[in-house]
């Protein structure tokens, strides 16, 4: 009956949390995490009565602490739970705050495992509206048993216009597909870059990539993100650009209901 129930993984609610969207992305370094972080604080903007939180399941390099200008250990409430660290009004959990930031995370796949399970069966997030999941990139065992764990209302797929990027984009879509999760849309990150000093425009990674794997994945694009200096500085120096420079002449509009 074990290898039965291997082969029927059992969804389980995460305790206290009415919707998970998940972020991911074909390959890394495409900006997976700062949409992830500034859709959080979007949503909670958005509509104040919303309760949000982030979850940092991108095990080898979580990237939330540094965004969310967060570092510590999670305190344990009664029950043995981790509580999550607060910023920005979000309720953030990420491997990044269980182990040091400069220790290798060179970890057999059975220690990754379990360190998925304590980031989503042992966190005390209270009651959420939206969890939203910063997933590790790609389509490997971490986001298959995210994806087989929990209830997942959607998934957001983040991709650069380039031809390699949108390759594995598309791998990331069949996947959810495959286990039922629906796929909300795709944003492309980084197709233009506007010189702030001649205004010239380059599309550095391709033009319109997104929006071409979009049509062929029938599928919306929810938004369309310039490469910008502003951007990048924001999430290093853990001031989301949300949250930093939220009247920014650089309009995205992501439509998640
Ligand atoms: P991923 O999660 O896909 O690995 P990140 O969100 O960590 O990618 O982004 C990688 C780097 O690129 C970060 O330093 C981030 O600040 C920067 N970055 C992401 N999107 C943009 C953008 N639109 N403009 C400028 N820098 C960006």
């Known amino acids: 009956s ?16 009415k919707q998970v969207i998940v972020v991911a992305s074909g390959k890394g370094g495409v900006g997976k995490s700062t949409t992830a972080v500034n859709l959080a604080l979007a949503l909670a903007a958005n509509d104040s009565s919303k309760a949000v939180g982030l979850l940092d399941v991108d095990v080898y390099g979580p990237s939330i602490p540094k965004m969310m200008n967060l570092k510590g250990n999670p305190e344990l409430s009664q029950s043995n739970l981790m509580r999550p660290l607060l910023n920005y009004g979000i309720a953030c959990m990420s491997m990044g705050f269980l182990v040091e930031e400069t220790a290798p995370l060179v970890w057999r796949g059975l220690m990754v495992m379990s360190a998925i399970e304590k980031l989503l069966r042992q966190v005390d997030w209270g009651q959420l509206d939206y969890l939203v999941v910063d997933m590790p990139p790609g389509t490997g ?43 909300l849309g795709l944003v492309q990150n980084m197709s233009v870059f506007q010189c702030p000093k001649c205004k010239h425009k380059t599309h ?51 439509q998640i209901t």
Request: hydrophobic share 40%; proline share 7%.
């Open 204 to 254: 550095i990674f391709g033009a319109d990539g997104a929006r071409r794997l979009a049509r062929t994945l029938d599928l919306d694009i929810l938004g369309d993100i310039p490469l910008h200096l502003n951007i990048r500085e924001a999430s290093d120096t853990g001031q989301p650009i949300v949250f930093s420079q939220p009247e920014s002449d650089e309009k995205v509009t992501l």
């Open 141 to 183: 065992d971490v986001q298959l048993s995210v994806s087989q764990n929990v209830p997942i209302s959607g998934a957001v797929i983040v991709s650069t216009p380039q031809d390699i990027a949108l390759m594995d984009a598309h791998k990331g879509a069949e996947m959810f597909r495959k286990v039922h999760v629906p796929v």
């Open 2 to 17: 074990q290898i039965m129930s291997r082969g029927l993984p059992k969804q389980k609610p995460i305790e206290g949390v």
